[in-house]
């Protein structure tokens, strides 16, 4: 198993940048494909990235697409999540979770686990 611990949201200006970390513990962490999760108030918990086991391969959610970059550095046994041009929309919090199987491509809530406790991103207009 694998747990997570995610860090690094906070209040940013609309056009702003943050970067979303999320530690992963145990020596399992590159067995997994990763992605990142948001959940804004009222909404349902939505797909933003993904990443493939080695970090070659990823998809994005189409709203996030050509502003958000996710990378892992399997060494560090971390995921990350760049976001950059931030809009107000971006406002949610933001979960890592690992993908149940090796199956590549899933955007589905229910193909990934062990989820991370969450950090907030509030963007401001």
């Known amino acids: 198993q694998v747990q997570l611990v995610d860090s690094g949201g906070g209040l940013v200006q609309a056009g702003g940048s943050l970067r979303l970390s999320c530690a992963a513990s145990?020596?399992?962490?590159?067995?997994?494909?990763m992605g990142w999760f948001r959940q804004a108030p009222g909404k349902e918990r939505e797909f933003v990235a993904a990443?493939?086991?080695?970090?070659?391969?990823?998809y994005y959610a189409d709203s996030v697409k050509g502003r958000v970059t996710i990378s892992r550095d399997n060494a560090k046994n971390t995921l990350y999540l760049q976001m950059n041009t931030l809009k107000p929309e971006d406002t949610a919090v933001y979960y890592c979770?690992?993908?149940?199987?090796?199956?590549?491509?899933?955007?589905?809530?229910?193909?990934?686990?062990?989820w991370g406790q969450g950090t907030q991103v509030t963007v401001s207009s």
């Open positions: 990443i493939n086991r080695i970090g070659d391969m990823t």
């Open positions: 979770a690992r993908q149940l199987d090796l199956r590549w491509g899933s955007r589905r809530l229910a193909d990934f686990g062990s």
């Open positions: 145990g020596r399992t962490f590159s067995s997994y494909h």
